[in-house]
């Protein structure tokens, strides 16, 4: 038994390990038979570096739907690798021009160490008698990798443009990675950039009715290239050593060694205008909901009156419908507008006290004395923002008290009972 030192361990006679991390790691070799068993140890035997990852520049916010182009910067000799958010291989440029973003994108970015590509396979359908496959019969190449692998292209000859589904298994016809790929009328070289990190047996295939061309004779199995991979048979059903599905002339090569990623995020609609108010009577607060890294607020409240607050209070002379719009400036040079109307009414809050109900605060504890036993008085009291502090029904006697631990400078408070109704603004004291 092998332990690479990281705790992972293998029983085959000549394993392939693949290190995740960075460190000297002491190596452990057990052979058992039945005379007994024997070990030898190789202290700080493997050494795996790492490298860092790439620094990224480039504009990583639009102000609407767009592209970008994004740089990475890695060590001499290297080059980078793009993967979008569901890991597919997109670029192998150091400069990355993204497609047309419409949504905030997350991208990620390592550096990596070339690895020489190699050719495995027939060069072409040319190599035997065939035809375009069009059935509901999904034809494979069964391969086996030596050695961690990326399958990078295969060259195919399609009937008609249109996506097709390439897709790799397992020996046990478990999907382990899928691309769908526009593929033109014709032959053309598709891109596949499959990562194979285990040695083992494998299966690759195109999802049935793709018509892409086949061969039904002139296979040669083995393709080899020793010590890395072997395209061993196809799955036809009457002869697997003569067919040949598909993917020809692959482009391969050893797993190369990658460093830590970058991630970065193309905001896209970094700034976005929006608002919510509250109005009690002729008084507004407005709350702003901008999206972006927010400089400048500029208010209309649409009756020639302006504000550059976050989040002003506006009290309006006079009822009535008005437009208010909010335009923002972010600090990456965007900015966005957005307008509501809105309309507000006098509460006709009466300041004087009635005859029969007195309301008072003093020390935060509101009192509303009755003249008389209440009789389904209906109490309501908001805040300044327009905010349901108490609404219940009192019967209780003739005064209702109640502490208001708020931070509003003032309440309004209805008392309706019977056919009478007040409304007064009540100042909270301290």
Known sequence: MWDFGDGQTSILQNPT??????????????????????AITKSSYITVTIDPAPTVSGTTALCTAGSTTLTATVASGNQAEWYDASNNLVSTSLVFTTPILNTTTAYTVRQVTPSALQNVGPAGPTIGAGSYHNTSFEGRELFTTFAPMRLKSVFVDASGATDRTFNLYNSSGTLLQSRTINVPDGQSRVTLNFDIQSPGNYE???????????????????????GLVSITLSNSTTNPANYYYYCYDWEVQELPCSSSPATVSVLVGSAVSDFTYAALGLDVAFTNAAIGNVIVYSWAFGDGNTSNAANPNYTYAAEGTYTVSLHIE???????????????????????????VMINSKNNLLTIKFDHPAKDATIKVVDALGQILINETFNKGTTFNRTLNIASSYVIVSVHEGEKVLTKKVLITQ
């Open 204 to 226: 690759l295939g195109v999802v049935a009715g793709s018509v892409l061309y086949r061969n039904t004779t002139g296979a040669s199995y083995p393709y080899t290239i020793g």
């Open 17 to 38: 390990h693949v290190y995740t991390s960075a460190g000297t790691f002491t190596v452990i070799l057990t052979v058992t038979n039945t005379l007994g068993s024997d």
């Open 330 to 356: 972010t600090s990456d040079g965007c900015s966005a507008d957005y307008s509501e109307t809105i309309t507000v009414t006098s509460i006709g809050i009466d300041e004087a006290n009635d005859e029969s």
